[in-house]
């Protein structure tokens, strides 16, 4: 009701309401809400951030341009290049690229971001560089948040599948 009533709300505000919107809702719902908290905080990399995964299917260029600026006003924050990281995985399918913004975010995070090591493991399993895509899955498993859990099965079946195909002669 206060952003209806067109209340003032904090950033954080703004984006649990964009969060919750597209959790309970749907993207396409949430987007107006991460509009104005754009809008509204246009130098924040989290609102900006925020807009670009909702936007990044239907706006790719738009999607690209706001990780682009996030970066821009924030470039020692990991997270932000995990989310471009994987925009170019996910969205433009260039793992090559992807891969140097999942190195860069280890490199800032000093190892710690698990959603790095992740990406990292993927690029480099899709580029066919085995051996290095496990020993980023492993990584990330040995560091990842215990939310993260529900992820470990896909992880190991991703590990399970390379260690499979490069012991094929």
Known sequence: SRYDDRQSMSLEEMLELTNIV?????????????????????????????LAKLIQNEQRNRALDLLNRAISFEPNNPSFYVARGSYFFWIQGNPRTAEADFRKAIELSRGTNASAWAGLGDSLARI??????????????????????HYDGEIRKSIELLENNSSKP
């Open 22 to 50: 597209d959790g309970f809702g749907s993207t396409e719902d949430a987007v107006p809400y991460a509009e104005r908290a754009a809008e509204l905080y246009p130098q924040s990399g989290e609102a900006l951030i925020a």
């Open 128 to 149: 066919g560089r085995t051996d290095e895509a496990i020993a980023a899955y492993r990584h990330y498993l040995s560091i990842r948040p215990k939310s993260a859990a």
